[in-house]
């Protein structure tokens, strides 16, 4: 790997050690890894300057094609997440949103409480009936719960039929895999935790009450065409063919992660049409014994995984706008319609010190990412988003040439 690729891993270690959670996978050459740990822990003024130099180091990539702008712009973002961390972990006070801004390199704003309110009213449509809205999602949720001893199950079948829908349209490697594992008390409903070698670990938080709807979720988002297609299938291209050293690191509250969530986010409506999910849903009830309304289930579904850009929103209440806990509890029961059995899963996410700022990475990673598949075409985008080394500034940058008169394109 080039000296950038290099210097980049090895400060991603160091700042790892006083910003802990940084890293969220590694694959590596293990001699570096033994370098950051083998020594004393650097000061945060030691890796914030580091940040600059590399910055610089990137500047000065060739302009040999759009490969190499995607390289710059992906380090530019990359290393001043890094920066703000490092002035973070070296007490430097930043404000709440400052930090959001500079982690993701792009501007964050409240998701407006009327789109909030027009998933609600697809809810309240295909759940009618008495009592409130949150009594009826209770009430149809509960009719789709799974025991916790047969969730894992679930998703791993779920999880094979999405392969097979995600091979028709992407080349994966035929060699990947997933181990799959139940875990207790954690901040985090499921984690996918890539091992290298087309490998994956993904582990379920089975401590959640999971119903029908959420096991095809996971086994998207997890799986495929999520988390791990989107690490195997860079493992083969950035790092196999493109020998970009910078591609064994994935980290978390940096841009990459904006584009990695929500691109899991959105692959279940590239690679399965609703009418597809609904006879999903109807496969996973039937084996494991429960009927339901899968064509509201979808619904329901869909709305809820719009509903969930209420996290961002509570986030700034609480840590920008020092809202009271009960006042973003209330928020997130009135406008996010969370249920009183996920609340408290949601306030811990918030006051988890890494997910505080990452729960923003979900709402803002699809908001960028759907107009951009608008533009390049749902299945060619979504492999690009697989298959590059891509940056949320990179999209926005195709996004303002695609909106511009061809005239005044460069």
Known sequence: MDELARRYLLLCL???????????????????????????PALATELHDETMALSELADRLPDDGPATTRRRLWFCGQLRAMGALARQAGGEEITYLDLVEQLFDIPIRPVPDADLDAARSRIDEALPGPGSLLERIGAFRATLRIPAERVLGAVEGSADRFRSVARRDFDLPRDESIAWEEVHDKPWGAFAHF????????????????????????????????????????????????????????????????????????????????????????????????????????????????????????????H?????????????????????????????????????????????GKRI????????GQTNGFWRLLCEEQSPAALLADLEAARSPVGERG
Do not use: C
Not at 198 to 227: C, K, M, S, W
Not at 281 to 288: A, Q
Not at 330 to 340: H, I, R
């Open 195 to 318: 091992l290298g070698s087309g490998r994956t670990r993904i582990q379920v938080n089975i401590d959640l009450p999971i119903e029908v709807t959420l096991i095809a979720f996971l086994a998207a988002h997890e799986a495929y065409p999520g988390h791990h297609a989107d690490h195997v299938v860079k493992e083969r291209t950035l790092i196999g063919e493109a020998n970009l050293g910078e591609a064994t690191m994935r980290t978390m509250n940096s841009p990459e992660a904006v584009l990695a969530e929500g691109l899991a986010d959105i692959g279940r409506e590239v690679v399965m049409a609703d009418w597809e999910l609904e006879a999903e849903l109807r496969r996973i009830g039937s084996e494991v014994g429960l009927e339901g309304d899968w064509a509201a289930a979808v619904v329901v579904r869909n709305a809820q995984n719009e509903l969930q850009a209420a996290t961002g929103n509570a986030g700034i209440m609480l």
């Open 369 to 376: 990412i759907r107009p951009w598949l608008e533009v390049q």
């Open 320 to 364: 920008h706008d020092g809202r009271p806990e009960q006042e973003v509890r209330d928020y997130l029961t009135e406008v996010g319609a969370v249920p009183a059995d996920r609340i408290d899963h949601s306030i811990r996410v918030l006051r988890d010190p890494v997910n505080r700022t990452y729960s923003f990475t979900y709402s803002e």
């Open 14 to 40: 160091r700042l790892d050690r006083l910003s802990p959670g940084f890293i969220d996978s590694y694959v590596g050459p293990s001699e570096l890894k033994e370098i950051a740990l083998g020594e004393a």
